[in-house]
């Protein structure tokens, strides 16, 4: 029979559970910090919410949504800062878009991804 007390100790077990997170490893920090470093470092422009930003402004918009999503327990790989912070606006929901010069325009999504399988090609 289980008692009121197992039951209580049953379930802040599973609280405790709920709320573990597996932080970044320093493989997926890394990325993520090439991810953004890629953007920087591009003459590429960003798009959110209708408007065009320089790739410093990116950067510096996508280190903040990174932040908070760390702050948050939200963000483990790289593959979730594309998913949770690069891909879209968290207001709007409306896809981020990038520009590169000679390229045709395409969604974060899609440029942060192939970066990504680049990053991980190069030794």
């Known amino acids: 029979m289980i008692t009121p007390r197992m039951m209580a100790v049953l379930g802040a077990g599973l609280v405790a559970l709920g709320s573990a997170h597996a932080a970044p490893t320093e493989a997926a920090k890394r990325e993520i910090?090439?991810?953004?470093?890629a953007l920087d470092g591009s003459s590429c422009r960003f798009q959110r919410n209708g408007s065009w930003h320089d790739a410093a402004e990116a950067r510096a918009h996508l280190q903040?949504?990174?932040d908070?999503?760390?702050?948050?327990d939200k963000v483990d790989t790289a593959e979730q800062f594309i998913e949770r912070a690069a891909s879209q606006s968290s207001m709007s929901g409306k896809p981020y878009r990038i520009a590169c010069p000679g390229q045709p325009e395409q969604t974060a999504s899609v440029w942060f991804t192939a970066r990504l399988k680049a990053l991980r090609r190069s030794p």
């Open 33 to 37: 910090a090439g991810l953004i470093g």
């Open 64 to 66: 903040r949504k990174y």
């Open 68 to 72: 908070y999503l760390l702050k948050k």
